[in-house]
């Protein structure tokens, strides 16, 4: 195991000082979440100006809401236990929202038996009860929020036509988090995200509207792979800590399911 762990370590660091930084910065990929944007609309009259929120989601449904299945890279994949348990998820309200009960996104904890509720949330990554196949599984339900975070900004937004109503739509955001990993297991405290990460990730996708395809009035399903990734500072003094702060969590691999 702790060969391993210096693998892990190694692999990211080389990532680090591959990737085009900005501002002295740079997004290390985290994994791919499947799935797509829902936009639902005030009422059936489906235009930009009557949007209230868009929901990410696995499936094409107002019924199914389920966040997107991620699946993570490694080494991401072996520190946070990725078995096809876990969802991304995020609903954000529109500035045309005219719905007086837009829905809301709540963040859990688990605490040994049951899912907790803990405060409203812009978006999580969530740990579905079904552990292979994750949001996938219309049954299945949040237990854990293990990354969570209330706020976000756009980055970027292109809606290309693609003839006959349907549309390409290409997107970017930031999304800020808590700044902590919130672990399945009750049993081990909240862990601050360790350096060389700043709790901030980075959502993007070419997500396709196919009106062929369209069977739910009053909201239109932007379907595709979305690209997480986590941002980190690269800097030389930063990366010579990093080994450290990437051990605490090496060393709690086990806890994704004890």
């Known amino acids: 195991m702790k060969s391993l762990v210096y693998v892990w370590i190694t692999a990211l660091l080389v990532t680090l000082t591959m990737l085009p930084a900005v501002h002295a910065q740079t ?40 966040g997107a299945h991620i699946s993570m890279l490694e080494p991401f994949k072996t520190i946070f236990g990725d078995l096809g348990q876990y969802g991304f998820d995020l609903i954000a309200v529109a500035s045309t929202n005219t719905n007086p009960t837009p829905p809301v996104l709540y963040a859990y904890d688990w605490n040994g038996s049951t899912p907790v509720q803990n405060g409203t949330v812009l978006w999580a990554t969530n740990v579905y009860s079904d552990w292979y ?23 970027s937004f292109t809606l290309t036509p693609l003839g006959g109503g349907s549309f390409q739509a290409d997107f970017a955001a930031i999304l800020n988090s808590d700044g902590f990993i919130h672990w399945y297991n009750p049993a081990y405290p909240d862990m601050p995200i360790p350096y060389p990460f700043t709790g901030k990730f980075l959502v993007t996708g070419t997500l396709i509207y196919d009106k062929n395809l369209d069977t739910t009035p009053g909201m239109d399903f932007y379907a595709g792979t979305m690209n997480l990734y986590a941002q980190a500072i690269p800097d030389t003094a930063t990366l010579t800590l990093f080994g450290t702060g990437l051990l605490p969590l090496a060393a709690l691999l086990r806890r994704r399911r004890v």
Do not use: K
């Open 27 to 66: 997004w290390v990929p985290v994994g791919t979440a499947t799935g797509g944007v829902a936009v639902y609309f005030n009422d059936t009259t489906e235009v930009p100006a009557n949007v209230s929120y868009l929901r990410v989601q696995y499936a094409n449904s107002t019924t199914n809401v389920n």
């Open 133 to 155: 196949n994750g949001p996938t599984n219309p049954s299945a339900y949040v237990l854990n929020s293990t990354l969570r975070g209330t706020s976000g900004t756009p980055v």
